[in-house]
């Protein structure tokens, strides 16, 4: 049972430099008792080069990424950039991908969207080529890779690859490809009823449930607070149909805002639904003080 924590976790607006801001708040997970920290993607800092500078600077801590969308990414480059990750952080560095959301990502880069599942599947079998140090030559629809020198990084090797992946085309994809899934918004039951039993008889997944959790003594503060962070989230098609398996109605049904008692109650639930780590999203959402103390009840329960 391992508990992570997601970065930025809602309180760096007032960085004047995100990578030390990220870089010290990575410390106080450590310091916190918890075992990693996961870095978002989304237009701005790069995931993959703030989880090699947090881990090279902060010793024992995994680092991982929550998730790099595979659009407008080739799987070469995310290959290259992981395998330096985990040669500068001495092996503690974990690749989580996804999909991302098309409404999102294709009118910012302008790129046709191919098929999903395709591109998953595709970018997934480049992806175990590069990261095995295998001779990497793949010709897809969505996807060729066909180098001609080596994408092996010395010191690379061994990165753990997990998928973002809820539905059960992607799911299915995952465990044939990938070490295991890193879902969002997947509460308790679509764990035990949908996610686990995707691997089952394959082998032993790794599952990274990323769940919105706050400490505080402020419930209805925090919660409108949540209500509109998360709401986005409730009209995305891959989002809407993992939460009618759940059987919520908003996104912020999910999150775990109470005391001590109540959130460590809430996280307990999703290991008992088959979840080896949790990771704590948004802790920040309102204060720095709520998202220290998150961490710290968290630090204890492991």
């Known amino acids: 049972m391992t508990i992570g924590a997601a970065l930025p976790a809602g309180d760096a607006g007032h960085a004047k430099n995100i990578v030390d801001e990220l870089v010290a708040q990575t ?4 310091d916190a008792g918890l075992s990693s920290v996961w870095f978002t993607q989304l237009f701005d800092h790069d995931a993959i080069s703030l989880a090699a500078l947090a881990g090279r600077a902060v010793p024992g801590i995994e680092v991982g990424t929550a998730a790099v ?3 407008s990414r080739h799987p070469l480059v995310i290959a290259s950039l992981a395998q330096t990750a985990q040669a500068a952080t001495d092996g503690r560095f974990t690749l989580g991908v ?23 599947r595709e970018s997934l079998e480049v992806l175990n080529q590069a ?15 066909r180098p001609s020198l080596s994408t092996t990084v010395a010191g ?17 994809a995952t465990a044939e490809f990938a070490d295991g899934t890193i879902p969002f918004l997947a509460g308790p039951r679509a764990l035990e009823r949908q996610i686990v039993p995707a691997f089952a008889g394959s082998f032993e997944p790794r599952i990274v449930a990323a769940v919105p959790a706050v400490v505080t003594d402020d419930v209805d503060a925090v919660r409108a607070i949540a209500t509109v ?13 993992i939460l009618d398996v759940e ?56």
């Open 69 to 71: 969308p595979l659009y």
């Open 98 to 120: 996804g999909l991302g959301v098309r409404g999102l990502l294709e009118p910012a880069y302008g790129l046709p969207y191919p098929p999903p599942i395709r591109l998953l």
């Open 156 to 172: 690379g090797e061994g990165v753990q690859l997990l998928v973002a992946a809820m539905g059960p085309q992607a799911l299915r």
């Open 131 to 145: 990261l095995d140090g295998d001779r990497v030559s793949f010709t897809g629809s969505s996807v060729v890779a």
């Open 229 to 241: 962070n998360l709401g986005y989230y409730a009209d995305i098609p891959s989002y809407r149909q």
């Open 27 to 30: 410390r106080q997970a450590a």
């Open 247 to 302: 059987g919520v109605t908003h996104p912020a049904d999910l999150a775990l805002i109470g005391s001590e008692a109540e959130v460590a109650k809430g996280i307990r639930r999703y290991f008992d639904a088959g979840a080896t780590d949790v990771v704590l999203i948004q802790s920040g959402m309102r204060s720095t003080a709520d998202r220290l103390r998150t961490w710290q009840l968290a630090g204890s329960l492991m």
